[in-house]
C-alpha cells in the first residue's frame, strides 16, 4: 500500500500520455449529445442575415490555452463563411489576440476568401475595459487594421460606425467576458455570445442564466458539438474520444489514491496482533 | 495630487454615464470629456504600462549576466530572444505593409512562442493526473461531495458517459445549471459588492496601496 | 506515416518535448532554454505590440492630426517608468492615479449594475414554477444563494439558524467548486491533447 501511495510520478504522466495517445490514431467514434448553450450560438448565427449583417469578434485568447480556446472561434469562423456573413476581428484583452487572427485568415485567405471583403482583423487596442468602452462607442476610433489599411476605407467596415451596427458580438477568451458584459451588453443592448475555455464554463453559467450572454460555446466539447451541428466535423470532433478516455482515466487515478489512502488508513489503525 | 487625480477622473468616468449636458465651466458634456480624451488617453497611458513588466525584466537580467551571477548565460538567452521579438514584433508593428516581414514574424511566432507556451500549459495536464492520484483524498464529507460532483460532471462531459449511463449527460448539465449556478452567483454577487466597496474607498482615498503608500487611513 | 519534412514543425515540436521534458525526465538544460527562450520571446512580444499602440493610438494622431492633447497622455506613460530611477520615482504616481481613477470610475457603475443589480433580477425566478422540477430548481436556487451569502456575513451575530444556514451554503459551495475541478480536468487534458495532436497529425502525419 506505501509503495502504491509513492509511485513516481513519471510512470503516472507516461500512462496517461498512452490512453489519451491511443484513442488518437484509433478513434472510437462515440456519439456526442449538443448542449443547450451551443446550440444558441449556432442558432443566431443561422438567423443572421449575410446580405447586411456583419458579425464582431472579439479575439481574447492566446496560444498558451491551446487548442481548448482554438477550435471554438475555428469553427464559429467556419459557420460564418459557410453562410457568407461577413465578419471583424479586434483584440482587447491580450496581444497574442491579432496573431490567433492572422492564422484563421491565412488558411480561408488560401482558400479563396478575401481580406477586406469578406473579413478583417483590427489589431489590439490597449486599455482593456476602457478600450471595449471607447470602440464601442466609436468603432473608428481604430485607425487602421493589422496591414495598414485605413478601418474607415475596409469595403466591410462600410456602414459600421458604433457596436450597435454589429448584428452580433461574440468574444472568444480563456476567462469571463464581463468586461463586454459592463461595459456594452448591459448598457447598450446588444446581442452578445461568448466561447471560453472549458475552465470558465461554469463562471459564465450565471449570466447565461440571466440572459445577458445569450450563447455560450466551452472548449474542445463545445467546438466538437459545433462541427457536427454545421456537418463539418474537425480537430474538436477528432479529440473527443481521447477527451473521454482521459476523463475515465482521471476518474480511475482518483479512486485507485483514495482505495490505497483508504487501506493504509486501516492499517495504521488497526492495533498489530500480540 | 494623485489621489485628487484619482478622485476627479473616477468621477468623470462614473457621471459619464449619467449626464448629458455640458458642464458649465468646461463647456463640454461629460461623455464628451470621456469619449475625447479621457479613453484615448487610457489607450496610450495602458500600452506603455504594458512595457513595464518587460523593462523590469530586462533590468533585472541584465544584472545577472553584468555581475555573472549562477545560470547568467540563461539570462544572456533571455535578453537575446526578447530583443529579437520585440525589434521584429515592432518593425512588423510600424511597417504593416511589408508582408514579407508579417509573414516571418508569424513564422517564429506560430512554429516558436506558441508551442513554447502550449507545452508550458499542457504540463499542468500532467499535474492534474498526479494530482488527482496523490492528492485528491475523500478525508471528509465536505471533500467527499465535491470529488462525487467533480466525478458525475467529467462523466457527463465526455461522450463515454452517456455510453455508461444516458442519464449522466442529464445530471452534469443538472449540476452545471443549478447548484453550480447558484453557487457561482452568491460568489459573483459577493465578489462585486467587494470590489464595488474597494472602488469607493479607492475613489475617496482611503485606500491607497495602489499609490505605494501602504495600507489604508 | 509521413513525417514532415518541414523544419518549422520539427522547431515546433522540439519546442514542445523540451517543455515537457521537465515533468517527464527532470530538470535539465533544454528545458532552462526553452523557458528562457518562452519567457523572452512573450516579453519582446508585448513590447512590440505596445509600441505599435503608442504610435498607432499616440503619437500618429498627435502629429499627423494635430490632436495635441495627446501629448498629455504620452508624457504620462513616460512618467510610468520613472519608478525605475530612485530620485524621482514618485512622479510614476500620477499615471497609476489616472489608471486606477478611469478603472474605479468604470467599475463602480457598471459592477453595480450588470453584476449586483441583474444578477439579483435573475435570481428572483417564478415560485412555483411550470413543473415540480422547475419549482424545486427555483427553490434550491434562491435558497442556495442566500445561504451562500450568509455564509460570507461575519459581522452578523452568529445564532444557531444563521451557522446552521451558512454551513448549508458551504455544501452548496463543495458542489460548485466539484463542478469546477471537473471543468479543469477537462480543460486541461484539451491542452494536452491539442498538443498531441500537433505531434501525431501536423508532424509524424498518422492522423
Keep these: ?274 | 495630487m494623485p489621489l485628487l487625480i484619482t478622485l476627479v477622473i473616477s468621477v468623470i468616468v462614473m457621471l459619464s454615464r449619467i449626464t448629458t449636458g455640458p458642464v458649465p465651466v468646461i463647456g463640454i458634456s461629460l461623455p464628451e470629456l470621456f469619449e475625447g480624451y479621457i479613453s484615448p488617453w487610457m489607450t496610450v497611458v495602458s500600452a506603455f504600462a504594458l512595457c513595464l513588466a518587460s523593462v523590469n525584466l530586462i533590468m533585472v537580467h541584465s544584472g545577472n549576466i553584468s555581475r555573472k551571477r549562477q545560470d547568467w548565460v540563461y539570462s544572456l538567452i533571455l535578453l537575446a530572444t526578447l530583443i529579437i521579438y520585440g525589434a521584429f514584433c515592432t518593425y512588423v508593428e510600424l511597417n504593416p505593409n511589408n508582408e514579407t516581414a508579417a509573414a516571418n514574424y508569424s513564422l517564429i511566432y506560430n512554429y516558436i512562442l506558441s508551442p513554447l507556451m502550449t507545452g508550458q500549459w499542457a504540463c499542468l495536464a500532467f499535474y492534474v493526473a498526479s494530482a488527482s492520484y496523490r492528492a485528491f483524498r475523500a478525508r471528509n464529507l465536505e471533500a467527499t461531495v465535491l470529488l462525487i460532483s467533480a466525478i458525475l460532471v467529467m462523466l457527463g462531459a465526455a461522450p463515454v458517459g452517456s455510453l455508461i449511463w444516458s442519464r449522466f449527460p442529464t445530471i452534469q448539465q443538472w449540476l452545471l445549471d443549478v447548484p453550480n449556478m447558484t453557487g457561482q452567483r452568491a460568489l459573483l454577487i459577493g465578489a462585486a459588492i467587494g470590489s464595488f466597496v474597494a472602488c469607493l474607498r479607492t475613489m475617496l482615498g482611503i485606500e491607497r496601496s495602489h499609490l505605494g503608500i501602504g495600507g489604508s487611513s | 506515416m509521413q513525417i514532415s519534412t518541414n523544419i518549422w514543425q520539427w522547431i515546433a515540436v522540439a519546442c514542445i518535448f523540451g517543455m515537457w521534458s521537465l515533468p517527464l525526465y527532470k530538470d535539465n538544460p533544454f528545458y532552462r532554454v526553452c523557458q528562457n527562450v518562452f519567457v523572452g520571446s512573450c516579453a519582446g512580444h508585448a513590447i512590440g505590440i505596445a509600441i505599435g499602440n503608442i504610435v498607432h493610438y499616440g503619437f500618429q494622431p498627435a502629429i499627423y492630426e494635430s490632436q495635441l492633447h495627446l501629448i498629455i497622455p504620452i508624457a504620462l506613460g513616460l512618467l510610468l517608468y520613472a519608478r525605475f530611477f530612485q530620485k524621482i520615482a514618485w512622479l510614476s504616481r500620477w499615471p497609476v492615479a489616472f489608471l486606477v481613477g478611469v478603472g474605479v470610475g468604470q467599475t463602480i457603475y457598471s459592477s453595480l449594475r450588470s453584476q449586483i443589480l441583474n444578477q439579483v433580477i435573475a435570481a428572483m425566478t417564478k415560485f412555483p414554477g411550470e413543473s415540480i422540477g422547475a419549482t424545486l430548481n427555483g427553490l434550491v436556487s434562491i435558497v442556495g444563494l442566500l445561504a451562500v451569502l450568509t455564509y460570507f456575513l461575519f459581522t452578523v451575530p452568529q445564532t444557531k439558524f444563521v451557522t446552521g444556514f451558512a454551513q448549508a451554503g458551504r455544501w452548496l459551495m463543495m458542489v460548485t467548486f466539484g463542478v469546477g475541478f471537473g471543468n479543469v480536468v477537462s480543460g486541461r487534458l484539451s491542452v494536452l491533447l491539442g498538443e498531441l495532436l500537433k505531434i501525431f497529425g501536423d508532424w509524424l502525419g498518422m492522423i
Design chain 1, 1 to 274: 500500500m506505501e509503495k502504491m501511495q509513492n509511485v513516481d510520478t513519471r510512470i503516472i504522466y507516461i500512462v496517461l500520455l498512452i490512453v489519451l495517445s491511443v484513442p488518437l490514431l484509433r478513434p472510437i467514434g462515440i456519439p456526442m449529445q449538443i448542449s443547450p448553450m451551443t446550440r444558441a450560438v449556432y442558432d443566431i448565427i443561422e438567423g443572421l442575415n449575410p446580405e447586411k449583417d456583419v458579425v464582431l469578434l472579439s479575439m481574447d485568447y492566446s496560444p498558451g490555452a491551446g487548442l481548448d480556446a482554438e477550435v471554438c472561434p475555428v469553427a464559429v469562423v467556419e459557420h460564418l463563411m459557410q453562410r457568407g456573413i461577413k465578419w471583424i476581428a479586434i483584440s482587447f484583452g491580450t496581444t497574442d489576440g491579432p496573431m490567433m487572427t492572422n492564422r484563421i485568415i491565412a488558411d480561408l485567405e488560401q482558400r479563396g476568401y478575401k481580406y477586406g471583403e469578406d473579413f478583417a482583423n483590427l489589431g489590439y487596442m490597449a486599455g482593456e475595459e476602457n478600450a471595449v468602452r471607447l470602440f464601442a462607442l466609436d468603432c473608428l476610433s481604430v485607425p487602421t487594421d493589422v496591414r495598414g489599411n485605413k478601418t474607415s476605407e475596409l469595403p466591410v467596415m462600410q456602414g459600421i460606425k458604433t457596436i450597435k451596427d454589429f448584428a452580433f458580438v461574440i468574444q472568444f477568451s480563456m476567462g469571463t467576458p464581463e468586461m463586454w458584459i459592463r461595459q456594452v451588453v448591459d448598457p447598450m443592448g446588444v446581442l452578445f455570445a461568448t466561447g471560453t475555455v472549458t475552465v470558465s464554463v461554469p463562471s459564465i453559467v450565471p449570466y447565461y442564466n440571466s440572459g445577458q450572454v445569450k450563447g455560450v460555446m466551452g472548449g474542445v466539447s463545445s467546438a466538437a458539438q459545433y462541427e457536427l451541428l454545421c456537418n463539418k466535423p474537425g480537430r474538436g470532433a477528432a479529440m473527443m474520444d481521447a477527451q473521454s478516455m482521459g476523463h475515465l482515466i482521471i476518474i480511475f487515478f482518483i479512486a485507485l489514491g483514495n482505495i490505497g489512502y483508504f487501506m493504509s488508513k486501516k492499517g495504521k489503525e488497526t492495533p498489530p496482533s500480540k
